[in-house]
């Protein structure tokens, strides 16, 4: 009986469908035994029209010896080797993907999502060059800060060069003005102009070998970065003038003033003048930590501080200053003394100001949240031990008539929980012992249920509250919301809506670099608060929080203060005015309001009224006042002082606005010129009004404008052979010797307190921009973090399996 071929198996004559090469496949995951029987065929040469028996008789398709022999060539054995391999190979490369995933997430940063970051700061320093002298001059009058830094550059070679000088400034100063004189006597005076335009001008100077300077603020809004370009073989003297906005906390006004840029210098001088506003010397106090230079007068009781009380200007020569490890900042407190009951109400006619703090209230009760987070990352430059200390010193302070919540959160909005109980002696010493049980948790940060769980907590203690009760939400956090609910928008969206009544007003603290500042501050505006950075670098963090907490919130006399003002004239208009609904006003804190008064008729009279709920319930006070127009210094001090409160504002509620919508942010603020203004593009109005009032008062904003003199007279030459020093050393691009771990470095976000906090960036030579004439600068790009080693120990791994296991 002859054996009939299977179904389905192609007609043994039908030579097209055997060589077709849609026919030729090959399955390499078909059974063990069907791969045998081809070989053996192969190997005899015996090659039926029929298929060979399968073990499980499964349908066979007849293969053509040719295609067989094309397949496999001279080796017997090629076939079931090619299959083994490609096997292998499959499956090594599905190895190798899920190693790559697995390096790839092990790498990853948990860094958020800038919504629109800023321009970064630019270096464009280049040659050698050496600050040889620096004087300061501060004068300190009512509540603004004036320093004059006068500082001579000198550079050691036959090309121009550009020294980078960093200052480290208070968050609340503001760059008014900058010079040049060289050689020759010619000086050139900045002006401000928007950062692109200022940057652009000043390479185009200094690549024509021009003494020229330029100023901006950098991302961390403390460090202010100065560049001067000195001529070939040359000197340039630059006259920076800055100006600090003060404060009155808790009866002090402080002041900060830069002693020493952060680097070494030649020579320091060092003068300061303090007075109040009527321009007469007061005492005032400083700390000058500078063993071996100012030396204790009697009475400092020897501390090792080096502190002085004086009603008269302090002197301070330092011809070593190298010699000396000179403190970048010094600091300094005055006391302005009692303010009028009313307040005190100052115009010119055109600007006014007005000082507001009554002495007769007794405090209000307060019902705190304290919402702190703990997040592993918390455990970094002793975030937490410095928040248990702060919080700790402040329950202390509570009274009886308190009550306090405390919260922890991390992955959930609640991960600890005590209270709320009253401010008692029991009370306060069983919260103390929980704040120092909190223990770190994972990673992740549940920003949104945080703040959602807590408002809950102070909206039910405001429910069973009196009336003259303050409710107050306090956050401390170091990090981005990454768990739960990551949207800002949303973020801020709910919570507004959840206090739309703004009965809880929400206190935040961040640590600047780590926490989402820009979150938290949207939150605090929008919600009657106020939202501070902890920065490094300055006081340790606990200080920092507990000068807070203290000074903002330690004794409360009135909450929800608004203040309006008005004219005697039809026809004068009161506009632009900063800042003037505060949700809180503690002991020893003044409210400051100042604004733009516009054309007067016969009567100039200005007047105000303040309102505010009080212990005793809602009380008004009123004020008025004529124009003094007689004391320049004064009016000058009034226009300058609005200027930086204004822009202060106005940025920040464009940097706001990225997430708030234009909605929300009219409610917040009115602008000068708002009729102007088209409604759905809200925010660009506050940056152009912000812009337009840097540049009428001469004032450097970040992320807004910069400073860079100008040639108004036009003595300065400019060189047409001039040579620009490119790589730090030569002024014709040639690599310098340089050893291998010599790299040029630049600061990041905070000032560097240790090494571990300098950022390495490429050597100048190999930089990220290139201009005429061959120089250029970086934009700060890093070296690869340690994460990276796992990326090259996977790799490794990977030639090792294909090596050692697949044996390919």
């Known amino acids: 009986e002859t ?62 010896m040719s295609s067989i022999q094309h397949q496999h060539q001279d080796s017997p054995s090629a076939s079931k080797m090619t299959r083994q391999n490609m096997f292998k190979l499959c499956i090594g490369t599905l190895i190798l993907i899920a190693i790559i995933i697995t390096a790839v997430v092990l790498t990853q940063e948990k860094s958020p999502v800038v919504d629109n970051p800023p321009p970064p700061h630019v270096d464009f320093s280049t040659g050698v060059s050496l600050v040889t002298s620096y004087a300061i001059e501060t004068k300190v009058r009512s509540r603004l800060a004036r320093t004059k830094i006068t500082m001579e550059v000198a550079n050691a070679l036959d090309c121009s060069s550009i020294h980078v000088i960093s200052l480290q400034l208070p968050l609340d100063t503001r760059i008014t003005s900058v010079k040049t004189i060289a050689d020759d006597g010619c000086t050139s005076r900045g002006d401000v102009q928007e950062l692109k335009e200022a940057r652009e001008n000043f390479m185009e100077a200094a690549s024509n070998g021009l003494p020229v300077a330029y100023v901006e603020v950098a991302q961390d809004s403390s460090t202010h970065s100065l560049q001067v370009a000195i001529p070939p073989l040359g000197t340039s003297n630059v006259e920076l003038v800055l100006e600090q906005l003060l404060k009155q906390r808790l009866d002090e006004v402080t002041f900060d003033i830069p002693l020493a840029p952060n680097e070494k210098v030649d020579s320091v001088v060092f003068d300061l003048m303090v007075e109040d506003t009527s321009g007469q010397p007061v005492d005032f106090h400083v700390d000058l930590d500078v063993p071996g230079v100012y030396e204790p007068s009697v009475g400092d009781g020897g501390n090792s501080t080096v502190k002085t009380t004086s009603a008269g200007p302090i002197h301070l020569d330092i011809p070593d200053a190298r010699q000396h490890n000179l403190p970048q900042v010094i600091r300094g407190k005055y006391n302005p003394g009692k303010l009028p009951e009313n307040g005190l109400l100052y115009t010119d006619g055109r600007c006014f100001e007005h000082f507001f703090h009554p002495e007769s209230l007794a405090p209000m009760p307060r019902n705190f949240v304290f919402l702190i987070d703990k997040s592993s990352s918390m455990q970094y430059d002793s975030k937490m031990r410095s928040a248990k200390q702060a919080l700790t010193l402040f329950i202390d302070s509570l009274t009886p008539e308190d009550t306090f ?22 009370e306060k010493e069983d919260a103390k012992k929980f704040v120092n049980s909190m223990s770190l948790s994972s990673w992740d940060t549940n920003l949104h249920e945080a703040f959602l769980e807590g408002l809950l907590r102070a909206k039910h203690d405001a429910s069973v509250s009196d009336d003259n009760v303050a409710t107050i939400l306090v956050v401390l956090s170091d990090g981005y919301a990454t768990r739960g609910e990551t949207n800002r928008t949303k973020i801020a969206e709910h919570i507004y809506e959840l206090n739309d009544e703004g009965t809880v007003k929400i206190y935040s603290l961040g640590f600047e670099g780590s926490a989402d500042m820009q979150l938290l501050d949207a939150i605090a505006l929008m919600n009657g608060g106020v939202s501070v950075p902890l920065l490094r670098g300055r006081d340790g963090f606990a200080e920092q929080i507990t000068n807070f907490l203290d000074s903002e919130l330690g004794s409360v006399l009135m909450s929800d203060v608004n203040v309006q003002y008005s004219s005697a004239s039809e026809e004068t208009k009161v506009y632009g005015a900063t800042q003037n609904v505060f949700p809180l006003l503690a002991d020893g804190y003044e409210v400051v309001v100042r604004g733009l008064v516009g054309e007067s008729g016969d009567d100039k009279t200005l007047r105000t009224i303040t309102s505010a709920s009080t212990l005793e319930g809602i009380k008004n006070w009123e004020l008025s006042v004529t124009p003094d127009d007689m004391d320049t210094v004064k009016s000058s001090l009034c226009f300058q002082s609005y200027a930086h409160d204004r822009i202060t504002q106005l940025l920040r509620l464009y940097d706001a606005s990225d997430f708030l919508g234009n909605e929300l942010i009219k409610r917040l603020v009115t602008l000068s010129s708002q009729k102007d203004c088209d409604e759905k593009e809200f925010a660009k109005c506050i940056r152009a009004e912000a812009l337009a009032l840097a540049t009428e008062a001469n004032v450097v904003a970040k992320g807004l404008t910069a400073m860079v003199t100008v040639d108004d007279d036009g003595c300065m030459k400019v060189d047409d052979d001039a040579e620009v020093c490119i790589d730090g050393t030569t002024p014709d691009g040639r690599e310098p010797a340089r050893d291998e771990n010599d790299y040029d470095y630049a600061y990041g976000d905070s000032y560097p307190t240790a090494e571990s906090d300098i950022a390495y960036i490429r050597p100048a030579s190999d930089s990220s921009y290139k201009m005429n004439g061959g120089y250029g600068y970086s934009s700060g790009a890093g070296a690869p973090t340690p994460r990276h080693g796992f990326v090259y120990f996977f790799a490794l791994l990977s030639v090792w399996f294909f090596v050692a296991i697949l044996k390919i």
Do not use: R
């Open 3 to 64: 054996e009939q071929p299977p179904v389905n198996a192609p007609d043994p004559g039908d030579e097209t469908e055997q060589f077709s090469p849609a026919s030729t496949k090959f399955n390499f995951f078909e059974d063990a035994n069907k791969d045998d029987a081809i070989t053996k065929a192969e190997q005899s040469g015996d090659v039926s029209d029929n298929p060979p028996p399968t073990k499980n008789n499964a349908v066979a398709v007849a293969v053509p």
């Open 405 to 426: 919540t405390i919260q922890s959160f991390g992955n959930k909005g609640t991960e600890q929980l005590w209270g709320s109980g009253p401010g008692t002696t029991e």
